[in-house]
């Protein structure tokens, strides 16, 4: 079981990767959605550095979307309906910092006493995570050559503590050219629904994330949330200074040969 060693910043310790463990690969319901090429990224990279992650098929959703807007008795049902798909997993790999989040962290908000419900929870990892902290690799042999700006979206770095692990695989990729980003820690303004109740606030607060981004001088923004990336790109195409900026999830720029 992972543990959470502090409360901030936050530290995990992992228990050591076996080749015999089983490992499954859970793709959040957005990414499923509109951004398969993501979850095709994550498989091949996975399979590249020796693991072949299962795909459970009645998998669903986590239940953040109904945690996060108060309907705590609907996420119960989901996160049954998750832990039924993937208790019999030593590893939950998870391309988003968000969904992982939920799984490892507010799951116990749920179940504070269900064990069963609590032991698949902590087997879910980020993608990045599991690359760099359980199989220790920070080199997956990719190629990009353009200048690339990274996002880490809330979740992800104030839940999980996943800020050096991204930018490591970064670095690592052959001709790319990282920019930092100013104000990084900032939060892109999406927040799943906070995004939906409070548009005019969530929409202001992805503007002034695309300013910076623009000032990182990259012509790429990655990051490990889909999410983000869906809404930072829908601001993006209403700016005409930024239509030469992509938005890619990290898998999509590991997965790359030249």
Same mark, same amino acid.
């Given at each position: 079981?992972?543990?959470?060693?502090?409360?901030?910043? *936050?530290?995990?310790?992992? *228990?050591?990767?076996?080749?015999?463990?089983?490992?499954?690969?859970?793709?959040?319901?957005?990414? !499923?959605?509109? +951004?398969?090429?993501?979850?095709?990224?994550?498989?091949?990279?996975?399979?590249?550095?020796?693991? @072949?992650?299962? &795909?459970?098929?009645?998998?669903?959703?986590?239940?953040?979307?109904?945690?996060?807007?108060?309907?705590? !008795?609907?996420?119960?049902? #989901?996160?049954?309906?998750?832990?039924?798909?993937?208790?019999?997993? $030593?590893?939950?790999?998870?391309?988003? %910092?968000?969904?992982?989040?939920?799984?490892? #962290?507010?799951?116990?908000?749920? &179940?504070?006493?269900?064990?069963?419900?609590?032991?698949? %929870?902590?087997?879910?990892?980020? +993608?990045?995570?599991?690359?760099?902290?359980?199989?220790?690799?920070? $080199?997956? /042999?990719?190629?990009? *050559?353009?200048?690339?700006?990274?996002?880490?979206?809330?979740? /992800?770095?104030?839940?999980? %503590?996943?800020?050096?692990? =991204? #930018?490591?695989?970064?670095?690592?990729?052959?001709?790319?050219?990282?920019?930092?980003? =100013?104000?990084?820690?900032?939060?892109?303004?999406?927040? /799943?629904?906070?995004?939906?109740?409070?548009?005019?606030?969530?929409?202001?607060?992805?503007?002034?994330?695309?300013?910076?981004?623009?000032? @990182?001088?990259?012509?790429?923004?990655?990051?490990?949330?889909? @999410?983000?990336?869906?809404?930072?790109? %829908?601001?993006?195409? +209403?700016? =005409?200074?930024?239509?030469?900026?992509?938005?890619?999830?990290?898998?999509?720029?590991?997965?790359?040969?030249?």
């Amino acid at each position: 079981m992972i543990q959470r060693l502090h409360s901030a910043p *936050p530290k995990w310790d992992y *228990p050591e990767f076996r080749h015999s463990d089983r490992v499954a690969l859970f793709i959040p319901c957005y990414m !499923d959605q509109f +951004y398969p090429t993501v979850g095709r990224a994550v498989l091949e990279t996975l399979q590249r550095v020796g693991v @072949s992650p299962k &795909f459970p098929p009645t998998q669903t959703c986590c239940g953040q979307p109904a945690f996060n807007s108060g309907y705590w !008795d609907e996420a119960r049902r #989901v996160v049954r309906s998750f832990v039924e798909a993937f208790e019999f997993y $030593d590893w939950v790999v998870c391309p988003s %910092g968000s969904c992982t989040a939920m799984c490892r #962290v507010f799951f116990g908000h749920l &179940f504070p006493n269900d064990e069963r419900i609590l032991h698949v %929870g902590a087997r879910v990892v980020e +993608y990045s995570e599991f690359l760099v902290n359980v199989l220790k690799i920070t $080199d997956l /042999g990719a190629v990009f *050559p353009h200048k690339v700006t990274l996002h880490i979206g809330c979740h /992800g770095r104030r839940e999980l %503590g996943i800020v050096e692990q =991204p #930018v490591e695989l970064l670095k690592n990729v052959r001709n790319l050219e990282y920019c930092e980003l =100013p104000q990084m820690e900032d939060c892109c303004g999406f927040g /799943g629904t906070f995004s939906v109740k409070f548009p005019d606030i969530s929409i202001d607060m992805g503007k002034t994330k695309c300013r910076n981004v623009l000032q @990182s001088g990259a012509a790429v923004l990655a990051s490990i949330d889909s @999410s983000c990336l869906m809404h930072l790109g %829908g601001v993006m195409q +209403y700016l =005409p200074e930024m239509k030469h900026v992509r938005a890619l999830h990290l898998a999509e720029i590991l997965n790359c040969r030249d």
